[in-house]
């Protein structure tokens, strides 16, 4: 009886989708696959422009059942009234990547911003977790257009506009390996394209830059998070380095000044420091959605550790070896859906202002924070 009182009540709590199996994401490959069609980002920043606005937002395929639309659309109307010039991407874009037509279907969510440049930092679900070689075909098919470099083999590349340079790199190959034969190496197999990546990363990253340059890293993954849910690959990634030399310090004294990430649906920012270095961590990836019947809801759920870092990181098993860690800000249970807006200046600040989706606000948002990183 139990039992049938659930069922009855599933449409009425709202307990749908993603607790069916696809949602409202087709799981079929009947739709040729064709690449986004977007300007080119070059195209859209001038190389001699002295200031570079975008927005930032991840992890929406949880969302697509009209929430990622909800964004798309507040997105589209700030970018009327104060121009955008591009939009990032933390990853985790489609359901499944191994089903061509999803892809399609993420193709009409963004058509509200189809004027805008779209840089993608391509998540484990586009790739199945590196486990299924289509689903990396596809992807690479689909984002093709975001850089000459990039293909199924290589989804890192680099972007120099106005006065930041853009690392966007392929976690996906540093937690899972090239085969996705799990999470825990320390290094990169060597000759594998994990082993290439940090490769050019540290090339990348070994040459001075002008002063007055900021250096954006955008990868799907976190390597500090407070939330339960996938910490296991966050504490890999921080652990994670080649050569000798971890991937947090090649960022740190690579002069790297902010990590875009998600991969945890939840919203966090971090300041990072050591040996007098900083940079900070950013993580935009949507919200947690509620579990059915609340069975481990809360493991999606960032927690509040301000004042209380130190500790809280090094009881949950990593290993900080100098850093300090703080917790700047963090999105709790009462917050929503958001997305960022990041502006930088030649030799000026860098801004980030944090929006929340509001149904009660002529422009669907709220301001959540606004802070100078720089």
Known sequence: MWFLLILLSWGPLGFTWPWDAT????????????????????????????????????DQRALADGEWQDLVAAVAQLHQSDPIDFVIDTGDIVQDGRHSDQFEFLRGILEPIDDLPYL?????????????????????????GMD?????????????????????????????????????????VAGSRAAAQMHWLETQLTHPEPPGMSTVVVIHHPFV??????????????????????????????????????????????????????????????????SFLWVGDGARRPKDIRGEESEWFEEEGWDLDGWTVTQEAVMLEDEEDQFALI???QGGPVTLEVRLLDDDDPSGTKLFESVVLK
């Open 23 to 58: 949602g409202p994401w087709p799981d079929g490959s009947d739709l040729p696959l064709t690449p986004l069609d977007r300007p080119q980002v070059e195209e859209v920043v001038a190389e001699d422009a002295a200031n570079v606005r975008y927005a930032v937002f991840g």
């Open 120 to 144: 993608v930092s391509v998540g484990n679900h586009e790739t199945k977790n590196n486990l299924d070689p289509s689903a990396r075909f596809h992807t690479s098919i689909f984002l093709g």
């Open 148 to 188: 000459p470099a990039f293909t199924a083999d290589r989804y890192y590349f680099r972007k120099d506009l106005a006065n930041t340079r853009f690392l966007f790199l392929d976690s996906n190959d540093l937690v899972y390996g090239d085969d996705g034969a799990g999470i825990g190496r320390e290094e990169p």
């Open 225 to 290: 998070q407070t939330s339960k849910k996938h910490q296991e690959a966050s504490i890999a990634l921080w652990n994670y380095g080649a050569k000798g030399r971890k991937l947090r310090d090649l960022f740190l004294e690579g002069g790297v000044d902010l990590i875009l990430a998600g991969h945890t649906h939840t919203y966090e920012r971090f300041l990072l420091e050591k040996d007098g270095h900083r940079m900070h961590l950013l993580n935009v990836s949507g919200r947690p959605r509620t």
């Open 343 to 345: 502006e930088s200046s």
